[in-house]
Structure formats: C-alpha cells, structure tokens
C-alpha cells in the first residue's frame, strides 16, 4: 500500500505536493478542488503589505481624527483596503471550514514594520501557518548585502513574537552566500523556508520597442536551481524545506524529494493544465514508488541529496566546459 503522507511544519500532510501561492488559491470553490485532487495543503493567494499597512497607519487616521478633515486621507482607498484585508481573513476562516488540509496564508512583504500586527489577526481566523514572501531586489546601491539580510531576521522576529502557528520563508537566491543565509535563517524558529520565489520579471518587446512583462509561467529548466539548492542545504538546515519553481509534472516532484524537500509547490502547471493536474502527478508519484518498491515517502527522501549522494561534488559543479568537450570534442 503506498502511503504519500509526510510531515511538514509539525502537521501530518496527506501528500507532499501542495498548492503554492497564485491565482489558484484565492477562492474557496478552487481550494476545494485543490484539495479534491490530492494536494497535501494549500498556500493561499498573497495578501500584500502595501495593502494592509495603510489600514495600520495609526499615525495617518489619528491625524485625520484630530483635524477632523476627512479629505486628509483618500477614504475610499482606505475603505477598500480595509475591505482585502477582511476579505483575506474571511477566506482563512471560509478554508478552514470547507477543506480539512491545513490552510497557509501568504503575506508579500518587504519591510518588519506596522503590518506585522496583522499576523496575529491571521492566526486568530485559524491559518494552519503563515508564509512570508519577503523579497527585496538587491538594486540600492547604498544597500550592503547585509543590510538586506539583516531584514530578512528582523521580519522573522518580528512576526514571531505576534504568533504562534509556524512562520514559513519563501526566498529568492539573491544573496552573496546564500548557504549561510539559508542555514541562519533555518535557526531562526521558523518552520521551514521555501527555496524559491519566481518573480516577475521585465523583458523587452522588439516590435512595440517596449518593455513587457517576461515569462510569466515557468520552464521545466528552471527546476535546476531549488534541486540544487535543496540537495545541497539537506541535513544542514534547522527546519522544513519546501521546493518551488519549475515543478512540471510528478517527475519533477521526485526529483526534489530526492534531493531532500519536505513538501513541493506547484503554481505554473496548474495555469498550464488545471487544477485536476495535482491528481495526476499524485499518481505520476504513486506509480514511481510502486516502480521503485518504496512505500512511504520518508524511504526515499533526501536519498540522492548532497549529504548521502556517493558523489557529493556534482552539486557544487558548476562549469560546463567538461561536457562540452565530452559530447562534442570541443
Ligand atoms: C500568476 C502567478 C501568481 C502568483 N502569485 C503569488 C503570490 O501571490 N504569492 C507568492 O508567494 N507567490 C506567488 N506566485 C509564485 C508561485 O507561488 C511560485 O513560487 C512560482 O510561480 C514558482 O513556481 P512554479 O514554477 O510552480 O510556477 C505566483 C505565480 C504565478 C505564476
């Protein structure tokens, strides 16, 4: 009998292959059919902090209060703003009464200031965790590297002494040294970190001598960096780690177990092919294990990760020189 359940951030998942954050997650008639066909949990749609800090931005109503002028905030904006963040936690609480696998709220943030306080009304609505898309583009040239790293711990901090339910990371690979980061940041308390955010990205439109939005769903190639990255923090890392980006099909999926992942996301594929697609790469997992005589998914995982590979220098190789010549007598 096989058995896909695991174990990510402290809960029983009937399946390692979760929902990421996307357009998919944003309503509870999809997070039903997401649950329908298989998927071990659901990252919801991401609020974001520009949308919740206003509404906390005490000094700009207590402003308004004390003046009386109501025109010295644009009210309609706040109303609205307030309207997204009630209608976030009442997705969480409508989640939670409609599926039974553990619902992950997402918040886009880049700074650890006044939206912080909205984590805990998160956690109040019944979020099963809350995963912080934090991305900051290392563009500011007055900026060290450190100076962005050390954001990254401030929000951990921050969010942490506001709830109790597991706080997830969901990075970038900008950094200097992201192993040392990956694995400081893995000590932090968090429950586990997700490796990684896909961004947009600008592209240039030759024609329309413009600029237009670049791929916006992703490559199978691009499975490459967290299957790396994955692999190679295995068994170094003090928490969960969650795979995303370039996850394709159920093939894909193993990969990244193999390499050592606790649970793997998926959001382009269902764009792709629907939602009925987590279904098939559930039984693309299924027959695999079957294939290969595992029965559980904890036999298999990390088997083929830095720290238990024969071979542990493939994943730190990184020119191409050598395969050239091999294949092609260059
Ligand atoms: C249309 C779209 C919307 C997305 N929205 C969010 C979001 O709100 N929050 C978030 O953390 N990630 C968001 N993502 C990123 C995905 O969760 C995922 O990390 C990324 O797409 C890489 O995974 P994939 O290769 O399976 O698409 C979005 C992705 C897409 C394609």
């Not at 991401?46 to 919740?52: A, L, P, R, T, V």
């Not at 240039?204 to 923090?233: F, K, N, Q, T, Y």
């Not at 780690?241 to 050592?260: N, Q």
Request: aromatic fraction near 10%; proline fraction near 2%; charge should be negative.
């Amino acid at each position: 009998m096989i058995d896909l359940s695991c174990k990510y951030l402290g809960m029983s998942l009937k399946s390692p292959i979760i929902a990421a954050s996307s357009g998919f997650t944003d309503s509870v008639q999809k997070i039903e059919q997401i649950e329908k066909y298989g998927a071990g949990a659901v990252v919801l749609k991401s609020i974001f902090e520009e949308e919740i800090t206003l509404e906390y931005d005490k000094t700009l109503r207590e402003e308004a209060e004390k003046t009386g002028r109501e025109e010295f905030l644009d009210y309609l904006d706040v109303r609205i703003r307030h309207e997204n963040l009630g209608k976030y936690l009442q997705l969480i609480r409508d989640a939670k009464s409609a599926v039974g696998i553990p619902v992950i709220a997402s918040v886009n943030c880049r700074s650890a200031f006044e939206w912080t306080s909205f984590a805990s009304e998160i956690e109040k609505a019944g979020a099963d965790a809350l995963e912080l898309n934090v991305f900051v583009l290392p563009s500011n040239l007055n900026h060290s590297a450190g100076d962005t790293e050390k954001l990254y711990f401030e929000i951990v901090k921050n969010v942490k002494s506001k709830v109790k339910i597991p706080v997830v990371l969901k990075i970038s690979f900008y950094f200097s040294n992201l192993a040392q980061v990956i694995r400081d940041l893995s000590f932090t308390g968090i429950g586990g970190i997700v490796l990684f955010n896909r961004f947009y990205s600008p592209d240039i439109d030759i024609d329309r001598m413009e600029v237009s939005a670049s791929h916006v769903l992703s490559a199978s190639g691009e499975l490459a960096m967290p299957l790396r990255w994955i692999a190679m923090m295995n068994g170094r890392v003090g928490c969960d780690m969650s795979a995303s980006t370039g996850v394709s099909d159920g093939k894909s999926a193993i990969k990244l177990l193999l390499a050592g992942a606790n649970t793997v996301q998926v959001a382009s594929a269902l764009y792709r092919h629907g939602i009925s697609y987590l279904g098939i790469m559930q039984q693309e997992l299924r027959d695999w294990m079957e294939n290969k005589g595992f029965d559980s998914v904890e036999q298999f995982r990390g088997l083929l990760s830095q720290n238990k590979y024969d071979n542990p220098g493939v994943f730190e190789r990184v020119q191409f020189m050598k395969y050239f010549s091999d294949k092609e007598g260059i």
